[in-house]
């Protein structure tokens, strides 16, 4: 995993439709762009001595793929699973597999001011916290949250 000189890697998974931001519901989600959080995600990784890989899927066993493959090399991952938040056991199970790396969630609305099947998420119990509600300015308190974590 981590070097002796390298920062500690921090993943970040975006799930469903999160590509779409800046033209998908503006006044839930902004109109920032998936791509302008990504780069707000690589200065506050150098500011706080991490390095950060971004990944997006509409797709549910893609992401589980990708959380399978973060086993053993990161110290750190952040998800937004997106509406798969709601149902999606196999994302879930996928991320026990990370055994003691910490898991952050992140919604940028709230999903308990919003429909009521939005409230349950099959992620909270497996993530060490849960940041929603505060736009994309969340992947900045995500990532300075796991940078607290494992530094």
Do not use: C
Not at 35 to 45: Q, S, V
Not at 93 to 106: C, F, K, Q, R, S
């Amino acid at each position: 995993m981590e070097k002796p000189g390298n920062a500690p890697r921090v993943l970040v998974i975006h799930g469903p439709n999160l590509n779409m931001l800046g033209k998908r519901e503006p006044e839930v989600y902004g109109t920032i762009t998936l791509d302008d959080i990504n780069k707000g995600l690589i200065r506050t990784a150098e500011k706080s001595g991490l390095s950060v890989e971004s990944f997006q899927s509409n797709h549910e066993g893609v992401i589980v793929e990708k959380i399978q493959e973060a086993v053993d090399n990161y110290n750190g991952l952040i998800i937004n699973p997106g509406a798969l938040t709601h149902y999606s056991i196999s994302i879930r199970d996928a991320l026990l597999l990370l055994g003691d790396t910490p898991v952050i969630e992140i919604h940028l609305s709230n999903i308990y001011k919003r429909e009521p099947f939005r409230h349950k998420s099959m992620v909270a119990d497996v993530a060490v916290g849960q940041i929603s509600g505060f736009g994309a300015f969340g992947y900045t308190l995500a990532l300075e949250a796991m940078a607290n974590i494992i530094t």
